[in-house]
């Protein structure tokens, strides 16, 4: 039987981190997979690929000579995958847009509608993703282009450009005792049990629960949800309370649930993000539909 691509995928970034948890966090996946996963190709490899312990995580000799291979393999097939998207792409007159909320704002019928401007026969093809990828699909390479919440897991592998910045509100159900206020400031609702993100979101698990603003206070997990409607119905179970930007607050509104001004707060930022490596001319072309001309000129360079 040969290894999965996955499986050195795996390989590849615990050897990279020398650590499961960075590992984990760069893959979106939990360590029990990951670990399971690399048990896995040492079992088909019938070698051990690595040395660890509580403390450390080091190659061994038949690890040090299968990842150089291995980060070919996966460079290859990553080429490949591209090559073939674009391909498709070409031939379906299609880009895919990531987003994990409705992005509302007037945002995408002002994108519909310029990027027909500038390719007729184009179409964008929308791909609701979970919260569990606060990358929206981007960094599988499920989509070409993403509306991302920032900050977003190694950030740094993409361009990404703010493309709203909005106050933090809260919803609560509408029989909480701060339904009725105008506003709320965040020591209010330290003891408050919150709703959160899957832990693969990482640093933005991190933010929707505030963690930077909380000076230390620990945080009371209600649920845990992977999207609005999960969201909603955790709300009106009594479950917890969630903060959202105000643009969202708007957008899902409805009975039941009240959403008001969180003061104490840094602001949300929404950003659109593409790979740094994409300089297709469709992807510029999109891109120009959202952000200054000076940006976008520089795109597709």
Known sequence: MDAHLRDLRYFVAIAEELSFT?????????????????KQLEEL???????????TVA?????RALLPAARDMLL???ETQRAVSDA??????MLTVGLSTSVGRGLLADVRARFAERRPSWTIRLRQVDWGDPTAGLAEGEVDVAFVWLPIPRQEAFTVQVVAEEP???AVRDDHPLAGRESVAFTELLDEPFLALPEGAGPLRDFWLALDERAGHPVRIG???ANSDETFTAIEDGSGIVLMASGNAAIYRRPGIAALPVTGLAPSRLAVAWRADDHRTAIRDLLCTLLPEPLTCDVSQ
């Open 22 to 38: 960075r590992a984990a966090e760069r893959l979106f996946v939990s360590q029990p997979a990951l670990s399971k996963q690399l």
């Open 45 to 55: 490899m019938r070698v051990r690929l690595l040395d660890r312990d509580r403390r």
């Open 59 to 63: 190659l061994t000799a038949a690890g």
């Open 76 to 78: 290859a097939w990553d």
């Open 88 to 93: 498709a792409a070409a031939e379906a007159s």
């Open 168 to 170: 933090r509100w809260v």
């Open 223 to 225: 649920a845990t949800v």
